[in-house]
């Protein structure tokens, strides 16, 4: 008797934590959805193919707009050799896993990824040298003020966007890459 009890508080426990999983995962696609950027990450050629393009250096702070899990921060920290990594995202789920991903890393190259949980649209790009983005292009055009004026502030100041262009933009290069995930070629924009 005692033990089928405990079995059905353990049984019920496990339903519960699974219910709540689900909620935390499905209000964070609502929340990004909403900002209108679901969460959809990148293909790691892609990923790698723009960073060779922007020509990282040892003093180069890359921001991320939308970095999801964080995997474009890791690359640039970890195999670019940039000076730091500064990531914004909104939804919770992408962003717990960069946070939980940061921590498996050497200590030397966690304290050079900064995590912020909060929108593109507040994000500091003073310190910049280098944007990426991997945005739809809805969001792209309401970035483009944001980054048009980063550029004009600081006219070293890189900027990559993969997949889609950035309106009102001039590109200095594109590239063709072949995106896995997609399973065809996709263009690269360096502004």
Known sequence: MIISIILAVLLVTVWLLAVLYMMFISVSYVISDLKGAPFVPNDDNVIRTALKLLRLSSKDVLVDLGSGNGKVLFEAVKNFEAKNAVGYEISPWPF???????????????GRIKLHRKSIFNADLNEADVVYVYLFPKLLKKLAPMLLKAKRENRNLRIVSCVFQIKGMNPKKTIEVYHYGFRKDVTIYLY
Not at 96 to 107: C, E, G, M, N, V
């Open 96 to 110: 717990l896993l960069s946070i939980l991903k940061r921590r498996r890393l050497p200590k030397s190259v966690q």
